[in-house]
Nanobody, 119 residues
Framework: QVQLVESGGGLVQPGGSLRLSCAAS????????MSWYRQAPGKERVLVAA????????NYADSVKGRFTISRDNVKNTVYLQMNSLKPEDTAVYYC????????????WGQGTQVTVSS
């Protein structure tokens, strides 16, 4: 059974940091590109960051470049999103997703973790 389980969300003040984790099981994690998406209330789900299967290619939304870093550990079957200098507009539910390549449709999605940036 495929599972993607996100963790690490919570409430943080503007300027703070959070590290999200997504633990994968039930498929060959090292073969898959991984991504983080987010969905704010009343808005569409958008791509935040993506990383190739071996970690040699990363992509970021313009809104998070220089503040967020995506990484992966193919031994622990986990993908991470380090989020620094958080802003209120980063408030959203964050989802991880898995695809056979960066240009492929997503096969698997997690349930999401809430990130709230507020003073």
């Amino acid at each position: 059974q495929v599972q993607l389980v996100e963790s690490g969300g919570g409430l943080v003040q503007p300027g703070g940091s959070l590290r999200l984790s997504c633990a994968a099981s039930g498929f060959t994690f090292r073969w898959y590109a991984m991504s983080w998406y987010r969905q704010a209330p009343g808005k569409e789900r958008v791509l935040v960051a993506a990383i190739a299967s071996v970690g040699n290619i990363t992509n970021y939304a313009d809104s998070v470049k220089g503040r967020f870093t995506i990484s992966r550990d193919n031994v622990k079957n986990t993908v991470y999103l380090q989020m620094n200098s958080l802003k209120p507009e980063d408030t959203a539910v964050y989802y991880c997703a898995a695809a056979k390549g960066l240009e492929y449709p997503y096969d698997y999605w997690g349930q999401g973790t809430q990130v709230t940036v507020s003073s």
